[in-house]
């Protein structure tokens, strides 16, 4: 019995796939440090952990499929917070992570064939959502020595088809760090409302820009609210990537009411992580700045030891908690097992995410990498020391294939 | 901008459209009994309550994609109590509720435009898993005189084109409280193997068979490993709804991988949840047989009271905590409407789920309603109380329409 062939096609998670192989060489006895991945080693903010302590309910109900309504309360006083108050309770939907959130975007504005744009390299897994929903992502080349930022406008709208549905912007930036500019965003924005296009925002990372604010499209939704579409998580935010607390946020009342349709289909979100998300309004301001102050540090660090590093290039990361590299290798994605296979330098390893699975053109981004500095700095300079040693005896073995 | 024509086309959930009208009755502050949901009020075990009292963990971090290993473990040991010892880890992933699970074996099964059959009455939300992943669920007649079992195995064959990919059964039923014999499941094991299609056994109540035992999936596994998908859930045998805990199990080592595709590019199902759910262990066999009990003590209840209203016909619910009924009235939609809208009874009414929302076939089921028993006894007894009245004052309305 055969697996469907939208599923055969679908690519493996470029993050995820080393998963069974750095499980074996963990199984070795190595210890492995992970660039590999998103997932903070930040405390998530202790009155959400107290809220897990405190449970009072003895059973534990279906949500409300929009939300409850003390999660939905506690998100829009965050969105007030930071200016934009013209958002309502009914403009949101929350959902089981940003991954829902895209989901539910994707299937709610295209049919299967149609077409959204983004910006390569970009998030993999907008690939296996497009995958899942029928549709064709259509990648708008960027470039490292551009730091990622958007192209010309007459190469973005190049792309566009009579099947295009919808830009999609991840800003600040997974996988590249880049933040964008307030020109660039205002370019898409209005891009997307000369073309009749939807504009998705994907903004998990939005406080995590550290030499300007992150221009968010919340700015321009209040104006232009039929094609705006945010897409938000608690994540990376508050570190609580394990508690799924996605948001799926529009002002186009009739896109919101097909949203609900699909978030009643899947019943509830978590009512627990709720409870846990809702306690977002008693973390304090200094939680945030602490937690940017802390990543601000890794990326300097982490800037200048890649780059002190023969053959490594990489723009200045601005935001997020990722850089995209490029190393000294022929194919990152074989340099990348070979560390996890035949590397260790005092029983220890790295493992980091080949660059290919962040783009969709053939062949380009064959030498870069993900990075990912979600570790602290004595693990961030252990783990660049065994990229760096990594690398000079990979030269040898490469020399050979 | 519009919102996509595969969204406008979903069903509205027929369990959930009536919330904003019961919402406004209860601001005028009129109680309503909910007979119209499957959230149970049964308490949750303590021992799973405990388990957020003693998180621990200072970082709510990913889960792996497949599920936490103790998870995992918990999942499995459950299995094997039940005597299918031949089932592993590597069997089973575990989903954002059975809603998830349902999702990826759609995706992972069919193309679009492919037919998966079932058996009308059926579970709403597969209407909307269907149109989301651009199948036909192609319905299979049961009648309510038949107690909605199985029609023979020419009616069901009669329905198999070169496009069916599946068989798709819920056992026991929702929304018909039906518990399938064991020849019934043979026959649909037989023809999945004879016709080259998967079964997919969505068994979130289990537990819940009053008066046999309900013949697992599972219990085929061993020997039919391709064919042969289980969709299973905490939700209703714990009192966990709103802890979103799901599996998708087969021994389909290909349709695994690719399941695991999808439950890769979600990321993460919750941590907390995930911590509740591997309690099941420590969960004593007195809770379950206690349910048990007391929801038989209800179906015994509930179906001699509405026995006895006149006008109203319904087969002795096996199991589950749902029976469909049929009322003395031309359209139950508009009843249950009017129930909200224009009835109380000492300022109190009652909410029912429309029957039609359950068959694909046009005009089937319109006098029919759902009724879900998670109400205690005293509570049942006003309900149905409250749904006599009710039929006695609509007779007088009806008539004038």
């Known amino acids: 019995m055969a697996v469907s062939e939208r599923i055969r096609n679908l690519p493996v998670s470029s993050i995820r796939k080393l998963i069974p192989i750095s499980n074996a060489t963990k199984a070795r006895g190595v210890k492995v440090y992970h660039l590999n991945i998103g997932d903070p080693d930040i405390r998530t903010p202790q009155v959400m952990l107290d809220a897990l302590r405190n449970w009072s309910n003895p059973v534990i109900k279906y949500a409300p499929s929009q939300g409850t309504p003390e999660f939905l309360k ?12 013209f958002l309502e309770t009914s403009d949101i939907i929350t959902t089981v992570g940003a991954s829902e959130a895209m989901t ?13 744009l983004t910006f390569e390299p970009f998030y993999s897994n907008y690939s296996v959502v497009a995958g899942t929903t029928g549709i064709k992502l259509v990648a708008v080349p960027t470039t490292l020595q551009n730091g990622f930022h958007l192209p010309s406008r007459e190469v973005i709208e190049s792309r566009i088809t009579p099947r295009t549905k919808a830009i999609l912007l991840c800003n ?7 933040v964008f500019r307030r020109d660039e965003v205002e370019l898409l924005v209005k891009i997307a409302k000369e073309r009749n296009l939807y504009l998705i925002s994907d903004e998990p990372y939005r406080e995590y820009a550290f030499d300007t604010k992150t221009v968010s499209i919340l700015e ?16 990376k935010r508050y570190s609580l990537c394990g508690a799924r607390l ?11 009411q097909g949203v609900m349709k699909l978030a009643m289909s899947r019943l509830s979100g978590g009512i627990i992580d709720q409870a846990v998300g809702t306690k977002l309004t008693e973390v304090s301001d200094d939680y945030i700045k602490e937690v940017i ?9 982490l800037y200048n030891a890649l780059k002190s590093i023969p053959g490594v290039d990489l723009p200045i990361p601005e935001g997020a908690f990722y850089v995209m590299v490029s190393l000294p290798v022929r194919d990152a994605d074989h340099f990348a097992k070979w560390l996890l296979e035949h590397f260790t330098d005092n029983n220890e390893t790295v493992m ?7 783009y969709n053109t053939p062949g380009v981004g064959m030498n870069q990498v993900r990075i990912a500095y979600v570790l602290n ?20 073995v490469q020399a050979k294939l």
């Open 220 to 235: 321009f939704m209040k104006d232009s609210p039929q094609n705006l579409i945010l897409l938000d998580s608690l994540s």
């Open 172 to 178: 600040p930036g997974n996988p590249t760090g880049t």
């Open 104 to 116: 539910f975007a994707f299937l709610a504005i295209t049919g299967v064939d149609d077409e959204i």
């Open 377 to 396: 700095i004595s693990d961030l300079k252990r783990s660049v020391e065994l990229l760096r040693k990594g690398l000079e005896q990979y030269s040898k």
């Open 352 to 358: 980091i995410a080949p660059g290919q699975g962040f």
């Open 74 to 85: 506690a998100c829009l006083s965050y969105y007030h917070k930071l200016g934009f108050e």
């Open 293 to 301: 102050q802390e990543y601000k540090q890794r990326r300097d660090f």
């Open 246 to 256: 996605g948001m799926f946020i529009t002002r186009n009342t009739s896109l919101i």
